[in-house]
Structures are given as structure tokens and as C-alpha cells.
């Protein structure tokens, strides 16, 4: 069965430094979710694409935070400069235009510890 | 803005108990979709079960039954003849509009042996 891959599934940081959080969807599925989880708390949405296009990124902190999907397939999101308060899980997530319309896959995360 | 409520921050229940998690939503919208995630710990969130709204009859997935009030905007999730796996937070969602995903706060289950 198809899924959603994600890398690394950790990463340890110092505040300052930069990270990179890489997503692979399913295959086919046009639509790409950056959701950020803190310990918990049920997942926010950070940054929709559709295809290569961004449409919505209203809670992502773009002082910061950063996120592309060049070629409409995989997508990086990145955070420079990493701060504490980023420590979460980044959660990935695809869903395709058609039957089941709106179900996200959702990939296993990568889990951030900024010290 | 959509909201989600979850009222129940942690559930405890022995196998092979029924057991049910409440979730409220808040919606102006006339068509939108509910789900049930399931986070196992360390594991990755996955769906438990999804309701269309315009659609009356309530959904099921083997064990995993919902019980859908849309003039209450409630959505509950019963677990029958609990397992052991079923132990995870359960994430209540609502989906509308342009396909953004509005999440509960979650509630903790533990199935005791």
C-alpha cells in the first residue's frame, strides 16, 4: 500500500541553526499538508500546496519558516533560525482530487528537538 | 473560524468494552466532512473512519461506528469489543471549504487487558 514518506524522522538541533524537513506524497495525489503537532495537541496546518502552488500558508511563521514544492511532487520545509519553542512533530500529509475527497495520508512525522 | 471540541482529554476502558468519544464541531457551512485519526504512540496517524455530511446514514468501519447529530453538530466515535491496539489518541477533524483540516485537541484511550 502506497504511504507517505518522510525524512529524517528525527532531528536534533541547536536554537539558531537551520533544518530541513523533506516529504514525499503518495503518488498521484496532488494536494501536499505541513502540519506542525505539539506534544499533546492535535495537529495545525502550516502550508497547503496544490500542485506546485501554495494556497494557504497563513499560520506558518514566515519570518522563519520556509516551504517549496518545486516540481509538484515532493516538497522541504525549512526552518531558519531553528528556535526552542519549534520543538514538535512536523507532520506530512497528501490527499488526491476525486473519490474520498478531503482523506489525508498522513506520513510518520519527524520528530524536532531544538536545544 | 472552524472548531472542534473534544471533551474528553483522556478515556480508560477493558477490552472487549464498547466505548465512546464525543466530539462537537463548528460549521456555516452547509457541505463539509468529519473524521476520526488515530495516533498510536510513535506511530503515524491514520483514518478511522470519515462521514459526508449530507449524508444521513451514519458510518462504519468493522468495529468503528460514528454517531452523527448534524442539527447538534456532534460527531461520536463508538469502539466495540475493544483491543488492546485500539489504545492511541483519537483525533476528531472537520474538513471544509478548500480542503483545510481543523483538528480537536484529542483524547487519550487506554485499553486494559
Known amino acids: 500500500e502506497a504511504e507517505v514518506a518522510q525524512s529524517p524522522r528525527y532531528k536534533i538541533t541547536e536554537k539558531s541553526q537551520a533544518v530541513a524537513f523533506w516529504c514525499d506524497p503518495i503518488?498521484?495525489?496532488?494536494?501536499l499538508y505541513w502540519y506542525r503537532q505539539i506534544l499533546g495537541q492535535g495537529p495545525e496546518l502550516l502550508v497547503q500546496f496544490q500542485d506546485e502552488s501554495v494556497v494557504d500558508d497563513s499560520q506558518l511563521p514566515k519570518d522563519r519558516f520556509s516551504a517549496e514544492r518545486l516540481k509538484g511532487v515532493d516538497s522541504t520545509l525549512k526552518i531558519q533560525p531553528a528556535e526552542l519553542g519549534d520543538s514538535a512533530m512536523y507532520l506530512c500529509a497528501s490527499s488526491y482530487r476525486g473519490h474520498e475527497r478531503g482523506t489525508q495520508y498522513f506520513g510518520p512525522g519527524t520528530r524536532l528537538l531544538v536545544l | 473560524a472552524q472548531t472542534v471540541t473534544q471533551s474528553q482529554p483522556e478515556m480508560s476502558v477493558q477490552e472487549a468494552e464498547t466505548v465512546t468519544l464525543s466530539c462537537t464541531y463548528d460549521t456555516s457551512e452547509s457541505n463539509y466532512y468529519l473524521f476520526w485519526y488515530k495516533q498510536p504512540p510513535s506511530r503515524q496517524m491514520i483514518l478511522v473512519i470519515r462521514?459526508?455530511?449530507?449524508?444521513?446514514q451514519n458510518a462504519t468501519e468493522n468495529r468503528f461506528s460514528v454517531n452523527f447529530q448534524k442539527a447538534a453538530k456532534s460527531f461520536s466515535l463508538k469502539i466495540s469489543d475493544s483491543q488492546l491496539g485500539d489504545t492511541a489518541m483519537y483525533f476528531c477533524a472537520s474538513l471544509q471549504g478548500a480542503q483545510k483540516l481543523v483538528f480537536g485537541q484529542g483524547t487519550r484511550l487506554t485499553i486494559n487487558p
Open positions: 462521514q459526508e455530511a449530507y449524508k444521513q
Open positions: 503518488s498521484g495525489h496532488a494536494t
